[in-house]
């Protein structure tokens, strides 16, 4: 019983709060910084990955290809880094409001796809 209370109060604390995510309304203010820094974790479905090198002449296809992410190095002993230098998988975006209702941003998502034999 304790349990199903614990989730219910979770779920309705997500949902409540990922509807103010994506408020439209908010304008940022004239000479205002913003950052943000998140981590990622990818599923893929089956896919058809082509590869076409002209130069060398290389023209194919993998059909139905598995892909998955790979979170970090494994650190075994054929890896060229034994301990991680960064959080894997993560992204960062950090914008500036030139205006009230003009910002740039320079955004990066460091992801991996990895295709599985």
Known sequence: MR?????????ATLVGNSSNAQNTDY?????????SWGYNKEWYTMSNVHIRQSSLGNDYTFVNVIGKDKP?????????V????????????IGYWFKNNW???I???HTKYEVEQ
């Open 3 to 11: 349990l199903k209370i614990v989730m219910a109060l979770s779920l």
């Open 27 to 35: 304008v940022g203010k004239k000479g205002q910084m913003y950052l």
């Open 72 to 80: 970090g190095w494994t650190g075994d002993e054929h890896s060229v």
């Open 82 to 93: 034994k301990q991680p230098i960064t959080i894997p998988q993560y992204n960062y975006r």
């Open 103 to 105: 910002a740039v941003e």
């Open 107 to 109: 955004n990066f998502d």
